[in-house]
């Protein structure tokens, strides 16, 4: 589904901004205006592409993090895990009594 959604934003990306460049380009006739107005494109592209990454990394760190929760959850190693830190924190404090 997520491979679907950016397939479809490329392929809007294309449809919005690339194809008024060409029609422009052929009206024209001016490739020197239509590769500098592409080159500009380009470069804010790539500038808004590096600006957000962090967040994007971010945002896909948190939601691994959720779904691996949800999966220990899911299989019952997260209570396992549970139970063997308050076995063993019984048994730390009932060597202390």
Same mark, same amino acid.
Do not use: C, H
């Given at each position: 589904?997520?491979?679907?959604?950016?397939?479809?934003?490329?392929?809007?990306? !294309? =449809?919005?901004?690339? !194809?008024? *460049? $060409? !029609?422009?380009?052929?009206?024209?006739?001016?490739? *020197?205006? =239509? $590769?500098? +107005?592409? *080159?500009?494109?380009?470069? =804010?592209?790539?500038?808004?592409?590096?600006?957000?990454?962090?967040?994007?990394?971010? +945002? $896909? =760190?948190?939601?691994?993090?959720?779904?691996?929760?949800?999966?220990?959850?899911?299989?019952?190693?997260?209570?396992?895990?549970?139970?063997?830190?308050?076995?063993?924190?019984?048994?730390?404090? *009932?060597?202390?009594?």
């Amino acid at each position: 589904m997520e491979a679907q959604a950016i397939i479809a934003l490329v392929i809007g990306t !294309v =449809v919005v901004f690339f !194809v008024p *460049g $060409l !029609v422009w380009a052929t009206v024209t006739a001016n490739m *020197g205006e =239509v $590769l500098q +107005w592409a *080159g500009d494109f380009l470069r =804010v592209v790539v500038a808004t592409m590096i600006m957000l990454t962090p967040g994007i990394v971010f +945002w $896909l =760190v948190v939601i691994g993090i959720i779904a691996i929760i949800q999966q220990w959850n899911r299989t019952g190693l997260y209570q396992t895990i549970q139970d063997k830190i308050q076995e063993s924190l019984r048994q730390s404090l *009932g060597r202390w009594r």
